[in-house]
């Protein structure tokens, strides 16, 4: 008989708590956008000085403390990491799916095109950073960490992640053909 390995959502918070409460006790709150800042402002620093320190944005980072392999990008690189390593330890226990095949929901209304699940998925998440580094932060910054830390901010933006997510699902995958 096959065990099943797949985490419980129960266990699999308990340990991103715990996690959390262990990152912001060793470094600071987890967070991943602003190292992308960062990173625009160091090149900023180097390339274009003078235009970097008169941008009230850039000019707040890119200073020496903040370049390096520090902890934004091991964050970078672990989400990357760990979603390949989970994928292929899970690929197989996947529900109502083969190996590379879509969710059915998505297929029956956009087709199967592997492109334009990539190019939506692509879009979606540029788009999200975007809001995120507006609302001055990204998601794990504002609701892994900022909503334990009780921040309003990271409140206002995870209600209206949430909000603006389920609008858009109830918008792309209303009954009837593609529009």
Avoid at 4 to 27: F, Q
Avoid at 32 to 60: G, I, M, R
Avoid at 64 to 88: P, R
């Amino acid at each position: 008989m096959e065990r099943d390995y797949i985490i419980s959502w129960k266990a699999a918070g308990i340990s991103l708590g715990l996690l959390l409460i262990l990152a912001t006790a060793l470094v600071k709150p987890l967070g991943v956008s602003t190292q992308f800042v960062v990173s625009d402002a160091v090149v900023a620093h180097k390339v274009a000085p003078k235009y970097a320190e008169s941008n009230t944005y850039l000019s707040k980072y890119g200073e020496k403390q903040d370049w390096g392999i520090g902890y934004g990008w091991v964050l970078v690189l672990g989400m990357f990491v760990g979603g390949g390593i989970t994928s292929a330890l899970l690929r197989k226990r996947q529900p109502e799916q083969d190996k590379g095949s879509m969710p059915p929901m998505w297929q029956e209304r956009f087709g199967d095109s592997m492109t334009r699940r990539y190019v939506a998925a692509f879009g979606g998440g540029v788009l999200l950073l975007f809001g995120a580094r507006l609302a001055g932060g990204c998601t794990s910054g504002h609701m892994i960490a900022g909503v334990p830390q009780l921040a309003i901010s990271s409140f206002i933006f995870a209600v209206t992640a949430f909000g603006a997510a389920i609008l858009m699902a109830k918008f792309l995958y209303r009954s009837g053909p593609e529009a």
